[in-house]
């Protein structure tokens, strides 16, 4: 249960991010309150991750997914560029969380 709890505390920092771009370009209250509630959630599961996986794994594992969902969000949502080498960047950060996955048990 604790590696589900890590990858929804991802999905969260995600949907977080995604709403601060929104909130840069709407400024209302539901953007905010979704920001808000984006980040409250990612930090609550983090949390529960926390009490049985190492500190520095599940740090890791939840950066690498906020920060590469992130970026393929940015891609899907905003245009940002799809380049190859981009792509196997957040490739390469993904592949990193699953073998922190593989190592920890």
């Known amino acids: 249960m604790n590696w589900t709890f890590l990858i929804l505390a991802g999905i969260f920092e995600m949907v977080g991010v995604l709403m601060i771009n929104k909130l840069h370009q709407d400024k209302n209250i539901k953007a905010f309150m979704m ?4 980040f409250g959630l990612s930090f609550i599961f983090l949390s529960l991750a926390m009490k049985t996986l190492p500190m520095g794994t599940a740090y890791a ?3 690498g997914i906020g ?3 992130g970026a393929i969000l940015g891609m899907i949502f905003y245009g940002e560029s799809k380049n190859v080498m981009r792509i196997l960047c957040i490739a390469l950060v993904l592949g990193s ?3 922190l996955k593989l190592v920890s048990g």
């Open 35 to 38: 920001m808000a509630g984006g």
């Open 61 to 63: 594992v939840w950066t």
């Open 97 to 99: 969380a699953v073998g």
């Open 67 to 69: 920060a590469s969902g």
